[in-house]
Every structure is written in C-alpha cells, then in structure tokens.
C-alpha cells in the first residue's frame, strides 16, 4: 500500500524560505504525478503545485515565481522549495501522489508564515 509522508513545516517569518519533503513509500513515486495542497483555515484545499511523471511543473498565479516543485525519483520524494513566505501562505501542505481524486495523501504538515 502506498503511504505518503510530509516533512518541513514550520514557523517562518514573511520573506523567509522552507522547504517541504514528502517521501512515498509502498509505491514507485516515477510512474505518478506529483502535487502540494494548502489548506488555510476555513478554506477549501487548493493546488500550489504540480509536478508530472516526465517532470513538467505548473503553479497557480499565486505560487509562480515563489514555490518550485522537484522530484528525486530514486529517493522516492516530492520536494517544495517555498520563498519570499508570505503570511497568506500559512496552512497545513499536503502531498498528494497520484491526483486528486484516485491518487494518495499524506497527513500534512504545518507552515505558519509570522513575525
């Protein structure tokens, strides 16, 4: 069974930089899609970044030129470089392998952009 777990959240202050790693086990990460979620309090989960099987990237408005999405196929992870944090980015990121409706979850993990 494909498990999917994220690290690398945090306290950061606006202007700052984290990055999140999410390792999926169970699974070969090279044949699946790649994404990362937010969820904002009292928000609905949205997509901040995508990532295909053969490596092609795409981003909303609101992640395009801040986040960048890469994959290590042999490490079997999904990384999210985030910079120039802003406060709106805080929320709880989700890894998901595979789409959002078939594919598989991680548990999250917290970013809290504040000073």
């Known amino acids: 069974q494909v498990q999917v777990v994220e690290s690398g959240g945090g306290l950061v202050q606006p202007g700052g930089s984290l990055r999140l790693s999410c390792v999926v086990s169970?699974?070969?990460?090279?044949?699946?899609?790649g994404y990362w979620y937010r969820q904002s309090s009292g928000k609905q989960r949205d997509m901040v970044a995508r990532?295909?099987?053969?490596?092609?990237?795409m981003y909303p408005d609101s992640a395009k030129g801040r986040f960048t999405i890469s994959r290590d196929n042999t490490k079997n992870t999904v990384y999210l470089q985030m910079n120039s944090l802003k406060p709106e980015d805080t929320g709880v990121y989700y890894c998901?392998?595979?789409?959002?409706?078939?594919?598989?979850w991680g548990l999250g993990t917290q970013v809290t952009v504040s000073s």
């Open positions: 990532i295909g099987s053969t490596g092609s990237t």
């Open positions: 998901n392998i595979g789409g959002e409706r078939s594919g598989y």
């Open positions: 169970g699974g070969t990460l090279s044949i699946y899609s």
